[in-house]
């Protein structure tokens, strides 16, 4: 999988439940909400305030190393 900034958290949960600590480590601890998993990347950083980019480089960075 490779994520951008359009992917669901859902969906890069389902794929890989290990990478909700890149989520929790920028301060989204809602993973568990509803509303949450159908939302892009993108917007949920937007809402806490955080870098998209970053977040994004991280999670692949880790998948590209499983």
Known sequence: MVV???SLI???LDYDI????FFFE???HCLGCPSSRGE???DACQVHGTDADALVEKIN???AKK
């Open 61 to 63: 960075d880790y998948l």
């Open 4 to 6: 951008d900034k359009q």
């Open 18 to 21: 290990e990478t909700a600590q």
């Open 26 to 28: 920028i301060g989204m």
């Open 10 to 12: 859902g969906e890069v």
């Open 40 to 42: 892009s990347i993108e």
